[in-house]
Structures are given as structure tokens and as C-alpha cells.
């Protein structure tokens, strides 16, 4: 693998997009720190990838796409670290959101049944997203997201 960090084709022309190359692969993936969106050589009109993230995706989340110069489009990112915390865009539409963020917390053994594995009998996740802790950003403050929920190591 190949991984740099670029300006960003975004409005806000951050430093902090990390690029990675899949060695064997043309694929590239982009994801801005600075911005919050990530993208890939697949993310293009007509490419199946693109089609089948539409069929999924919330609808703010199609709102915010954006295209650059070499025709990728660009979504939000969501960050779902399951002892950390989750990053999400949350709003109405591209005039009104802003990046959420809420923190992990261990199930206690009393609701551990509230949270059952799909798929799996009798096994039930460790953590869980605890809304009361959400907390939100504005939509430049991606960075500030990530250091709710613990990314950054302290100092």
C-alpha cells in the first residue's frame, strides 16, 4: 500500500486528506480530516459502487455529495469505532446539518439482552452508541468530532 496526505479537492482546500493506494489495485481511496468526506476511484457516474451506495444512503447523505475535477463524487464519512464512539452527518439537508458525534459505552450486564448479535444466539455486543452523549459540530469542526470520541491519543 501507497499512503500520503494531499489537499483536498474540497472548497476548503484542507491538508489533511489521506490517500491511500491499493497496491495491485487501481483503487484509490480519499478521506479528509479536514472536511469529513471520503471518496474512491469506484465513486464515479455509472460505476456499480456509486449505484449501490445510493440504493443505502440517507438522503442528507446524497444531499451533501459533491463532485470534483476527476468526476468522483465525495459523501460524508461516518465513523463507527464500537469502544469509542460514532461520527455522523445529521440534518435536514445541505443548508441545515452538521456532524454529530456520540460516545461508547460497555452494555451493562443487566441490559446486556437489549443488545443481541444478529445471527448470533445468546452473544451480545460489549459496547454500545449512548445518545445522551451526543454532541455537535459544525460542519467545518470534523477534527473536533474525532477528538470527542477519543481518536487522537492524549498528550
Not at 51 to 69: G, H, I, R, T
Not at 75 to 89: H, S
Not at 95 to 108: E, G, R, T
Request: hydrophobic share 35%.
Amino acid at each position: 500500500m501507497i499512503d500520503n496526505l494531499t489537499t483536498c479537492p474540497c472548497e476548503r482546500k484542507s491538508n489533511a486528506c489521506y490517500v491511500n493506494e491499493v497496491e495491485g489495485t487501481p483503487i484509490k481511496t480519499s478521506q479528509c480530516y479536514g472536511c469529513g468526506f471520503m471518496s474512491n476511484t469506484l465513486m464515479k457516474e455509472g460505476e456499480q459502487f456509486l449505484a449501490e451506495q445510493l440504493e443505502v444512503l440517507p438522503e442528507l447523505y446524497k444531499d451533501l455529495m459533491w463532485e470534483d475535477s476527476e468526476s468522483k463524487k465525495w459523501l460524508p464519512t461516518v465513523v463507527n469505532l464500537p469502544k469509542q464512539g460514532m461520527i455522523f452527518a445529521n440534518g435536514t439537508n445541505k443548508d441545515n446539518w452538521v456532524w454529530s458525534a456520540v460516545k461508547a459505552v460497555p452494555v451493562i450486564e443487566a441490559e446486556k439482552h437489549k443488545y443481541p448479535i444478529p445471527g448470533k444466539k445468546d452473544q451480545y455486543y460489549e459496547w454500545r452508541m449512548d445518545m445522551t452523549t451526543i454532541q455537535n459540530y459544525d460542519k467545518h469542526d470534523f477534527i473536533e468530532a474525532l477528538d470527542y470520541i477519543g481518536i487522537f491519543p492524549e498528550q
